[in-house]
C-alpha cells in the first residue's frame, strides 16, 4: 500500500509483469503511471461515448502533464458496437495520429472499451502497450486485469480476440460514483463469484453487508476490489493462457451465458453469472458433489446483494446456447463446480450430462425439483 487510497497489486505472468493500482483519485495520477510502466511519446486515449464527457479531460490532462502528446479515440458506447467494424475505425485512428511501437494505447471505460482498445493495441503494429483505466466495478475486479481482449462475432460473445497483459492498470474507485445503481449491483455478481473461489470470509462479510448497501465508503471499496484482483491475479500468474486453473475463473458462467443469451443480452452479465453460479450449486448439491450449506452459502451471499438466484427462462433455449460456448471440446464441456466455499473443481461432462444439471439446477430455486424437459418458464 503506497499511501492511505491506494494499494497497488503486483502482477507477473509470463508475458508480462505489471502494477495494478486501485484507489480513490488516482485517474489524475495515470500520466505518473504511465509514464513510469509503459513510456513513449504518444498516448491515445480509446473511450466510448458515455465515459469521454466524464473523464476523458481529466485523463488527458495528466498525460499532457506526464510529457505526453494526447491524442482520443471516441467510439459509440455500447456492447453492440464491440464489433470487428468499430475495430477497424480504433485501427486507422491509432495509424491517423501516428502512434509507433514505443507508444501507448490508454482503456479508459468499462468492460467494452478494456476490450477493445486492448484489442486494438494488440494487433496495431503487431502490438504496442495498452494502459487499462477501467471505470466500471466490472471492469475493476475482472476484465482489465488478465489480459483478455477481444471483440463480438455474430456468432457471439468475445470469439475475436487474444491475451494481451497490459503495462499498468489504473482502477479508480471514485468512477464508481457515476455508474448507475442497476450496473453497480450486476457487476457485484464477479464479486461474489471470486469469494466462492477463494475467501470464505469475505463471502460472510458480502452477505452480511451487502456491497449494494450503504456503509460502503471509498475505502472499503479499494480494499474489496483490491481483494478481488489479487484473487484473480494469483490464477493468471500460475495460468495465463487458460490450460487449466484459469478454467475456474468461469465459475458460474456456463449456465451464465446460457442464461445471457437466453436472455437475448437483457439481463446483465453480472446477473446471469449470479444466476448461473446459483443453478450450478443446486444441481453440484442434488448430484452429491457439494454440501447443502455450500448451495446455500451461495445463494444467500447472491440475494443478499439483490442478484437473481435463478432463472425462469427455458431449458431447452439455455442448454441450446451452452452448446455454443467456446469452453466446448467435441461432445464434452468443462465445467466449474463449487466443492465447498474456497475451492471448486473443474468437470469434464458429457452434452447429457451437461443437460441433467441444468434441469437439476434452473427453474427450482424453492424445491430443487427437476424441471420436466422442453417445459417453457
Ligand atoms: N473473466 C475470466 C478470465 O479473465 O479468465
Known sequence: MSNKNEVTVPVNTPSRAYDVHVGRGILDSIGKITRASAGGSRACVITETNVRPLYGARVESSLAAAGYEVSTLTFPAGEQNKRLSTLEGLLEGLAEAALTRDDVVIALGGGVTGDMAGLAAAMYLRGIQVVQAPTSLLAMVDSSVGGKVAVDLAHGK?????????????????????????????????????????????????????????????????????????????????????????????????????????????????????????????????????????????????????????????????????THDKKRHGDSMNIVVPDEIGRVSVRKVTLAELRELVDLGCGCAAGNEPIPEGEAR
Not at 437475448?264 to 444441481?283: K, N, T
Request: proline share 4%; aromatic share 6%.
Open 158 to 322: 468475445n470469439l475475436c480476440g487474444f491475451f494481451w497483459q497490459p503495462s499498468a492498470v489504473v482502477a479508480d474507485v471514485e468512477c464508481l460514483h457515476t455508474i448507475s445503481p442497476e450496473l453497480y449491483t450486476d457487476s457485484i455478481g464477479e464479486v461474489v463469484k471470486h469469494a466462492v473461489l477463494a475467501d470464505p470470509q469475505m463471502l460472510a462479510d458480502l452477505t452480511d453487508h451487502p456491497m449494494n448497501g450503504a456503509g460502503y465508503p471509498d475505502e472499503l471499496v479499494t480494499r474489496i476490489v483490491a481483494k478481488n484482483i489479487q484473487i484473480k491475479r494469483d490464477v493468471v500468474n500460475a495460468d495465463e493462457k487458460e490450460r487449466g486453473l484459469r478454467q475456474t475463473l468461469n465459475l458460474g458462467h456456463t449456465i451464465g451465458h446460457g442464461i445471457e443469451a437466453a436472455s437475448d443480452f437483457a439481463l446483465g452479465h453480472g446477473s446471469c453469472v449470479a444466476a448461473g453460479l446459483c443453478c450450478m450449486a443446486r444441481a453440484a448439491c442434488a448430484k452429491g458433489w457439494c454440501k447443502p450449506g455450500t448451495r446455500d452459502a451461495i445463494v444467500a451471499a447472491m440475494a443478499a446483494q439483490g442478484l437473481p438466484t435463478d432463472t425462469a427462462l427455458a431449458h431447452d433455449v439455455i442448454f441450446d446456447y451452452m
